[in-house]
């Protein structure tokens, strides 16, 4: 049986990491409420974004590259994840769902956004070509146009064939899905019809597509910081728990052992009683 | 009578999400009338306002740039930037036109020039938007 003066420094130190959980639950909670706030008020934006782009891609008949399969060999993904750990298997889950998707592959070159992101590929050899970091907490549509160009110049220069966007989507507060999405080349729906397209054809791909992959990307921004929020209020939550078992177990402990000391300490002087009659 | 289902968003809010009897969208081309019934059309929009005729009420939304799209009797309208007169602050807009000006004036690189131009285009854009009576569609 442990000492009493150890078991009562274990409840100490254990009682502060519950103090510090408990405070990161919180602050996670009010986090959470910002981020899906904003990715709530931008959700339309996106989501029709994407309905416009395929609607476009199969009223038209133009040839232009950012429509045409390529080969599929060199894959750019866009790899969003958080600054921070402790948010449970957030960061490491989407994160193998672009490792699952660069599997087999001969090229990669993969453009991280978060710290958690960069570490995990950097470790596992892969191409970084970008590194973002700062702003996955609660990112800005700029943020998300420069990545686009970086990544819009790969498939240009006709480095990359495809371009893929890794994320988490955030369906509820309990329910994060790892996703990945292609956005290049577009891919058309199946066609509904011709379309007219002002002022010409090519203008307005030449248009729709950088700003397809910002909006895409920056939708998926959102939905990640807001599950990378979540993520982390449920893990600081069971953390909190686990300490409060914990700390329950301890005192247990630390009781017994203290009453075994009484029960010793009786036993010694009853026994020294006897010894002086 | 069939009518226009509009939607226009931004990466910020949506701004409306509702009916409407007509649009005037400004493309980059010019004004473009979507009455209900439009054949398919995808379109880039320019700066301007973008008119609402919903029955009796008529409104206005300063729009910069982005895209739209007619499709059946949708009516999507997708900007990095669109802003209801009550939003627009014209002492700001003013402001800023005044310093487009300036910059314009100065001929520096060419970067600040398409940057300047751009917030010149903007400032116009807002001020002529806010002038307009406010009149929200009801719901």
């Keep these: ?277 | 009578m069939p009518r226009l289902r509009l939607k226009i968003a931004t990466p910020k809010k949506l701004l409306y999400d509702g009916e409407a009897d007509m649009v005037i969208l400004r493309t980059s081309t010019g004004d473009m009338g979507i009455l209900p019934g439009h054949h398919r059309v995808s379109a880039i929009m320019g700066y301007g306002a973008l008119k609402i005729v919903d029955g009796e009420n008529k409104s206005e939304v300063a729009v910069m740039g982005g895209l739209a799209q007619v499709s059946g009797d949708a009516v999507t309208v997708l900007s990095e930037v669109a802003e209801w007169p009550s939003e627009i602050s014209l002492i700001r807009a003013e402001a800023a036109l005044e310093r487009a000006r300036q910059r314009l004036a100065q001929k520096d690189s060419d970067v600040d020039m398409q940057r300047a131009e751009l917030s010149l285009r903007r400032a116009l854009v807002r001020i002529e938007v806010s002038s307009y009576p406010i009149i929200r569609p009801g719901k």
């Design chain 1, 1 to 277: 049986m442990a000492s009493m003066r150890a078991i009562k420094r274990r409840i100490r130190s254990v009682a502060g990491t519950q103090q510090i959980t408990k405070a990161m639950n919180l602050v996670a909670a009010s986090k959470l409420q910002r981020a899906a706030a904003k990715l709530e008020s931008a959700r339309p934006f996106f989501r029709d974004f994407k309905i416009l782009a395929e609607n476009a891609i199969s009223g038209t008949q133009s040839t232009s590259p950012y429509l045409k399969q390529r080969s599929g060999e060199r894959l750019c993904v866009i790899v969003i994840t958080g600054d921070r750990g402790l948010a449970g298997g957030y960061n490491v889950n989407v994160c193998k769902a672009a490792m699952a998707l660069l599997d087999g592959k001969e090229g990669e070159n993969v453009i991280t956004v978060g710290v958690k992101g960069r570490d995990y590929f950097r470790r596992r050899r892969k191409r970084i070509t970008r590194a973002y970091s700062g702003f996955s907490e609660l990112p800005f549509y700029q943020d998300a146009q420069e990545i686009a160009m970086v990544a819009l110049d790969l498939f240009d220069a006709g480095e990359v064939d495809e371009v893929h966007v890794a994320y988490t989507q955030f369906a509820s507060t309990l329910s994060h899905i790892p996703t990945t999405q292609l956005l290049l080349p577009l891919k058309a729906s199946t066609g509904s019809g011709l379309m007219e397209f002002e002022p010409g054809e090519e203008a307005f791909i030449e248009q729709l597509i950088p700003k397809h992959i910002s909006t895409q990307v920056y939708g998926a921004m959102l939905e990640s910081s807001a599950c990378e929020q979540s993520a982390r209020m449920a893990g600081m939550d069971s953390a909190t728990k686990n300490s409060s078992d914990l700390i329950s177990k301890l005192t247990l402990s630390y009781n017994r052992a203290r009453q075994d000391a009484i029960t010793q300490e009786l036993t010694e002087i009853v026994s020294g009683a006897n010894a002086l009659d």
